[in-house]
């Protein structure tokens, strides 16, 4: 039997603690990993406990920016030769009233949120194989908004209709998919006012947030054959947040 070439999957955000358990479920797979993130220092650390750079490229990629996606995609080149799978998670969560929004803090909610998405697809989008996957982690703001979050919100809805677009135009050689996260307990949702956070919790019908490994599990059934029928979806991961 012929053997099975070794998958490549690029993660972005990856010094964040949704995307390491990404990467940590997908090394366990024998995937191999090219890590991004802006965090240079956060993601080298956590790069070198998955083992030497022929299995894990560690990469500073800001994706707000195209050239710095274009990088990510010649290193993934010289690397690997192909890309399999696209997991979209750099965000930035930023609490603000319509009031105290300025237009930096507009354009780089934006930047990092939609654009960072579509940069980082664009460049990689010559690599990608024939039944490769794109996961781009939206919000449950995104779907039905989120006071003080108006940016964000609006990015991430931009991000439910980038995945829907290009779900599209990349088909039949790519699925193209979305996940919406609820309440999920990383330092990302710590910054979240406590009367906030647990009056979404009390109206959460499993009570409680949710793990990083939660939402990791569904980006790995997203990637597999098991979702080999799926292009365009957004999945909800929220204990049932969004039907309250
Ligand atoms: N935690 C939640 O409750 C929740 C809910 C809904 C959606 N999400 C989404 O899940 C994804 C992962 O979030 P998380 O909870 O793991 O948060 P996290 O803060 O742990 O991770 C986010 C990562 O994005 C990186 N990042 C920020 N700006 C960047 C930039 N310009 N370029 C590259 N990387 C950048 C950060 O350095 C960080 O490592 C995000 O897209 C977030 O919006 C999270």
């Not at 964000?152 to 050689?173: D, I």
């Amino acid at each position: 039997m012929p053997q099975q070439r070794q998958q490549v999957a690029v993660i972005t955000g990856a010094a964040g603690e949704i995307s390491q358990q990404i990467a940590l479920l997908f090394s366990k797979r024998n995937i191999k990993l090219v890590l991004t993130d802006i965090d240079e220092t956060s993601l080298g650390r956590f790069a070198a406990t998955l083992g030497g750079e022929s299995d894990c490229l560690a990469i500073r990629h800001d994706v707000a920016k195209m050239e710095d996606a274009e990088r990510v995609a010649e290193s993934c080149r010289g690397a690997f030769g192909q890309v399999d799978y696209i997991v979209n998670a750099a965000g930035l969560y930023q609490h603000l009233s319509l009031a105290e929004i300025g237009e930096e803090d507009w354009r780089k909610s934006m930047a990092i949120n939609l654009d960072g998405v579509f940069f980082t697809i664009q460049a990689l989008r010559p690599l990608l194989s024939k039944g490769s996957s794109i996961v781009n982690i939206a919000s449950l703001a995104g779907q039905r908004g989120s006071l003080n979050h108006t940016p964000y919100a609006t990015a991430k809805g931009g991000v439910l209709t980038l995945t829907r677009s290009l779900a599209q135009e990349l088909a039949p050689r790519t699925r193209v998919n979305a996940i919406s996260p609820g309440l999920i307990d990383t330092r990302m949702m710590e910054s979240l006012d406590a009367a906030k956070r647990q009056a979404m919790i009390s109206s959460t019908p499993l009570q409680r947030l949710g793990r990083p490994d939660e939402i990791a599990s569904v980006v790995d059934f997203l990637c597999s054959d098991a979702a080999s029928f799926m292009t365009g979806e957004s999945l909800q991961v929220n204990g049932g947040l969004y039907i309250n």
